[in-house]
DNA sequence: GTCTATAGCTGGATAGAC
DNA sequence: GTCTATCCAGCTATAGAC
């Protein structure tokens, strides 16, 4: 793996972990193994690097959702593989929260120019939520439900990580899944109420 | 007003609209209109200020909860009311997002010891939608419904504050007061569907 | 209580040797 | 491409005059 790309890999994660502003070129430095200087042959300024962590989390999520259209069945498996997302990646948001939520809201506290190039990576999501939707007959009201599914996943991002409770999760996921059984009429799928 | 109070609420505007790391002393002192030299007669250290901040914030949520309780007739409409915040708050989430969920967050990634103080804040609120809903008589899951009331105005939040969708924020809020409805079968209120 | 002055450090960013 | 050395601005925090 080059340089460049080893710089990205590392900004990528501690951005998630401690934050853009709080990242020091130093720290990032350790984490490759370079010296502070290297880092000016690569990229001229901070700002250039948080694009490139953008740009790779918008590549790695729309390759993600690509893998699920080939693993999961149908469309409405594949929602509810996202659903579960707060569940498979516990540990992460229990430290750190939602990647996608803490950046953009970051980056609006900033005032940064990044911020719209941030907020793609939801937007990528909703898009693909809607088209599962959308193949599900429900193509008025696709994209509000679409976004009900995002407010559910930041939701629970935003409060797993304040309380840490894994109790909470599974129900709050129960909770989804049930909606989305009553809304599509699903028998292929039983939630499973309480813990 | 004293100085120390002068301190702690213009820091608590700013720390909510900046973050609190990037939030410096003379950015505060410039907005109280003292020096940077004379803070640390009132305020040892940032962290100081913090915890100060959190005690004021811990402070004015109990008030403005109880507050409700001489305002809001019943329970249920106390609970509404406290679904609006996501309409009545806007603007500001619009551009910081939830005072609560991104303070929690922040100290989470800076691994900050006052961190649970912060979380308190949250404590406040989801006690106090128990108590409404165990006054609603649904004690057995009161708590659960709380947690649930909350998520939905942390995903509105995280997701207003990206998309700046106003529509969005009143759709969702329909939405839950549908649910709420659902769940207590209230006809003092009917919710509106659709923009 | 409030000020000025300043210490001591760390941040992002640059210059130039190799 | 990578390094060392360095600049300068900004930060938290302290000392001491008023």
Redesign the pocket.
Known sequence: MG?REQIVDAANRLFYEQGYEP?????IAEVV??????????F????EILEAVIQARLASTREMLACWHEGAASPLERVRRFVEIVISNREDIENYGCPVGTLTNELAKLDHPLRAQAVGVFEIFRNWLREQFEALGRSADADDLALHVLTFSQGVATLLNAFGDRDYVQREVNRLNAWLTEQFSDTSHVASRGP
């Not at 193994?33 to 690569?42: A, D, M, P, T």
């Not at 001229?44 to 700002?47: A, P």
């Open positions: 340089t990242t020091s070129f130093a720290s193994g370079i010296s502070r200087g290297n880092f000016y042959y690569h001229r300024t901070k700002d």
